[in-house]
């Protein structure tokens, strides 16, 4: 079965940085574009970035360009989400998600990210 | 504020069909065969019913079923069940301002 595990969520201050992690199982990891979604408490999902098999393609919403990275480690099963200068605006439940061409088939449990003083 | 516009809610009684609407732009409804639909109940994780206007993911029931006709896509559930209640958002690509894909507000299902 797929599995998608998120981890690395909490508590942080305006302008701090997290870094998300996803460990991927189930499936052969390498063969899929991944993304990031999250979901602000009582709002719709959001889609946050893509990434291609290799690692070698990535795409964002405009409000975290410059601040969000997404990779990925083929060898670990792995997607990560380094989360800098964070905003309050950033604060959702965040999902790690296997693509299906324009869809996101398989989505995580979620981490939650709280942006708060 | 989302490109895509859906109503906020749609009811139907068991048995019935139901319509909900996404409406865009040509710059991601209308431009692109990049639309999905997702089904979320309370305190669950989203759930791909549509992806590519029309296909179904494995294991979606073939009650649901998606079309597009210019700048609106369409997720249509037939055979209305009490499970079907939920949350439904549809997503698009969107090549302006820029390369993305965006997801609108959502339409609450209420199973009558």
């Known amino acids: 079965d797929v599995q998608l595990v998120e981890s690395g969520g909490g508590l942080v201050q305006p302008g701090g940085s997290l870094r998300l992690s996803c460990a991927a199982s189930?499936?052969?990891?390498?063969?899929?574009?991944m993304s990031w979604a999250r979901q602000a408490p009582g709002k719709g999902p959001e889609w946050v970035a893509n990434?291609?098999?290799?690692?070698?393609?990535?795409y964002y919403v405009d409000s975290v360009k410059g601040r969000l990275t997404i990779s990925r480690d083929n060898a670990k099963n792995s997607l990560s989400l380094q989360m800098n200068s964070l905003r309050a605006e950033d604060t959702a439940v965040y999902y790690c998600g296997r693509r299906l061409s324009s869809g996101i088939e398989y989505w995580g449990q979620g981490t939650l990210v709280t942006v708060s003083s | 504020q989302s490109a895509l516009t859906q109503p906020a809610s749609v009811s139907g009684s068991p048995g019935q069909s139901i319509t909900i609407s996404c409406t865009g732009s040509s710059s991601d409804v209308g431009g692109y065969n990049d639309v999905s639909w997702y089904q979320q109940h309370p305190g669950e994780v989203p759930r791909l019913v549509i992806y590519d206007v029309t296909k179904r993911p494995s294991g979606v029931s073939n009650r649901f079923s998606g079309s597009k006709s210019g700048n609106t896509a369409s997720l249509t559930i037939s055979g209305l069940q009490a499970e079907d209640e939920a949350e439904y958002y549809c997503s698009s690509y969107s090549s302006r301002p820029t390369p993305s894909y965006v997801f609108a507000a959502g339409t609450q299902v209420t199973v009558l």
């Open positions: 990434i291609n098999e290799d690692g070698s393609q990535k």
């Open positions: 189930g499936f052969t990891f390498s063969n899929y574009w």
